[in-house]
């Protein structure tokens, strides 16, 4: 499978427009190293190694580990990445109109000197590092996400997830910690509704529309059935993880916030691959 994933994200790539002439290394092969990296989790000295490419896959030049690291920081590689996901979110095309609002902690070690990294609340305990702010829709295609300091609200990062999804997705479901004042008013702004457990299981004294609107549809059967639902997000960062080159942690050389949102990006971006691959294969064996 994993031979696959490449085959098709390298497929991909070659869609991405060439940069200009003047410089050595095009678009395409700096996306397809750095990406080599994040495939084999190595960094991206390893993949400037011509010896640690198949003959088969490697590009007819190889960068230089400080040539990749500053290049995979411009806006241009920015871009394409960007070009990619939204290519990969086309490809699996749209599965309903509901999605699922969650973030995954990236926790690194005590003893880690990052500067970017901040403490904040984890699983079972609080934690210091990163995290995976992600909409995802029924199909676990990540729909939007962002990498911020674990420190950072999630209520306060879903409000830009809120306005970078895609237009299809207009009932989103969340956890408690979604029951927002904000972020009800600005999934109204975007037209779509956001459906999570109230604190306290009531509605203050200034009487949201929104939240009384929640309010009646979790007392019914089918809402109770949307929120139980929302579980279903776990199992999609668990699937994200379970693959041999999935999401499972930052390694060590994977520290500050640009590294960190690189190599997640990475993993999205293959996992998504590896989505297309399946749906593929499944496609195939229906045809038979």
Known sequence: MEDRVWLMVSWMIELVPATSKR??????????????????DRPFCWACEPQNWPEHLRPPQLPNQSTLSRRWRSKEITAALKD??????????????YAKLDARPLVIGGAGK???ARAGRAVGGMGRGYKLY???DAAGVVASFRIRPMNEAEPLVAQELMQEAPGHLTRIVGDTIYDSVALHR????????????????RVGKRQQP???????????KVGRKLLHWRDQIERDFGRMSNLGFGLKGLPPWVRRIHRVTAWVSGKILLYHAY???????????DHA
């Open 23 to 40: 410089c050595l290394y095009d678009t395409q092969t700096i996306l397809k190293v750095g990406l080599f990296a994040v495939l084999r």
């Open 84 to 97: 990619l996901h939204a290519l990969c979110r086309r490809l699996l095309g749209s599965r309903g109109r």
């Open 114 to 116: 990052d500067p970017d």
């Open 134 to 136: 992600a909409m995802v």
């Open 186 to 201: 600005t999934a109204r702004k975007f037209r779509r509704r956001l459906y999570s457990p109230l604190r306290e299981n």
């Open 210 to 220: 929104e939240r009384l609107r929640v309010l009646r549809v979790i007392r019914t």
């Open 275 to 285: 989505l297309i691959c399946h749906a593929m294969a499944k496609n195939k064996l």
